[in-house]
């Protein structure tokens, strides 16, 4: 079965502090990854994706992402978190021959001041 | 450009009543998802509708119908709503792409009393 297992489900930091969020999914074949977030009170929008090529992607507000094919994982990282990083993130893939979009259960991060 | 609209923004039902979801976007997406989101389980796939005049189940269809009106639009109707369907809902387009994201809307707080 398709799936995606994200590590933490709640994540509490000091501001300044580094982020790693652990992503892995369950899939045989090529897929297209995504880091959604969703800040409080909004609906989820994208933070990266990477779907060829270099396996460390870059996205909005200073978030990047390492794709390993071998541990079939998609980690999110941050160097420095800030408060208004505070949302809840998805990790997501599709593989290359649908477009059913498959979610994590997501990981509350909440960065304290 | 508004994206993906969602009406109505809350819901409260009584066990037994039926509602509609609404959705339309305006991005010329051939693709178009009804998602709930329950704490701690992360996005499931209600219904998905490929293109116009297509629709297929998701991981969790019972108690729902879906329609796929025109490109734009594509509803969601809870026949006889449970106290089970209690959830945040949010719709979603897409093109059909694999390497292409999702776009959500703002989501609609049902509660099922």
């Known amino acids: 079965a398709q799936s995606v297992s994200q590590h933490n489900h709640h994540v509490i930091l000091s501001e300044a502090a580094s982020l790693e969020l652990g992503c892995n999914y369950s899939?045989?074949?090529?897929?297209?990854l995504f880091w959604y977030v969703q800040y409080p009170g909004q609906h989820l929008q994208l933070l990266l994706k990477?779907?060829?090529?270099?396996?460390l992607v870059k996205g909005i507000k200073g978030f990047e992402a390492e794709f390993i094919k071998s541990k079939f994982s998609f980690n999110l990282r941050k160097p420095s978190v800030q408060w208004s990083d505070t949302a809840e993130y998805f990790c997501?893939?599709?593989?290359?021959?649908?477009?059913?979009?498959?979610f994590g259960a997501g990981t509350r991060l909440f960065v304290k001041a | 450009n508004a994206g993906v609209t969602q009406t109505p923004k809350f819901q409260v039902l009584k066990t037994g009543q039926s509602m509609t979801l609404q959705c339309a976007q305006d991005m010329n997406h051939n693709s178009m998802y009804w998602y709930r989101q329950d704490p701690g389980m992360g996005l499931r796939l209600i219904y998905y509708?490929?293109?116009?005049?297509?629709?297929d189940k998701g991981e969790v269809p019972n108690g729902y119908n879906v329609s796929r009106l025109n490109k734009r639009e594509f509803s969601l109707r809870l026949e006889s709503a449970a106290p089970s369907q209690t959830s945040v809902y949010f719709c979603?387009?897409?093109?059909?792409?694999?390497?292409?994201?999702?776009?959500f809307g703002q989501g609609t707080r049902l509660t099922v009393v």
């Open positions: 990477y779907f060829s090529g270099d396996p």
């Open positions: 997501a893939f599709k593989n290359t021959g649908g477009f059913k979009t498959i």
């Open positions: 899939y045989g074949g090529t897929v297209n």
């Open positions: 979603a387009s897409s093109l059909d792409r694999a390497d292409t994201e999702a776009f």
């Open positions: 509708s490929a293109s116009e005049g297509t629709t």
